[in-house]
């Protein structure tokens, strides 16, 4: 492999990595029972076999209950598969922002510094899965796809 690309795979790596550890790091954080139970509950009901609208009702949110029951399947039914999730969409905003950048013409660098940025500002302040940082990821995938 040329130098190039395995620099390119190590740069992406690295913005995952900052994003998925900055996630779990804060997600652990405080916990608002009102709202951060929404998710929880809607996934581990998916797990279970319910069907939304049928079996339980949520504001909205069902595209995150059915991504919490895969992460839940995984890893079990427990606090840590929960903060993964959003761990995980955290990483894979950093890499939408890093992508979206390039795309816009920044250059590698400063396209890598403010992605990273993205890692402080996307879940953090919430920590674990709830449907509006969803909705959030969802449009900058949407508007990448747009301008590709």
Not at 35 to 57: A, H, K, M, N
């Amino acid at each position: 492999m040329e130098p190039r690309r395995a620099f390119e795979g190590l740069r992406l790596v690295a913005l995952f990595a900052v994003g998925l550890l900055v996630g779990l790091h804060y997600a652990r954080m405080g916990y608002m029972p009102l709202d951060q139970s929404i998710c929880f509950d809607g996934g581990w009901r998916v797990l279970c076999g319910q069907i939304p609208l049928r079996d339980y009702t949520a504001p909205n949110g069902f595209t995150v209950h059915v991504m919490q029951a895969a992460f839940f399947a995984v890893f079990g039914v427990n606090w840590f598969a929960y903060c993964l999730h959003a761990a995980v969409i955290n990483a894979l905003a950093v890499l939408l922002v890093d992508r979206l950048l390039l795309r816009l013409g920044l250059e590698r660098w400063a396209s890598s510094a403010f992605a990273s940025c993205t890692a402080f500002a996307f879940y953090p302040p919430f920590g674990v899965p709830y449907m509006d940082q969803h909705a959030f990821f969802f449009s900058l995938l949407a508007l990448l796809l747009a301008i590709t």
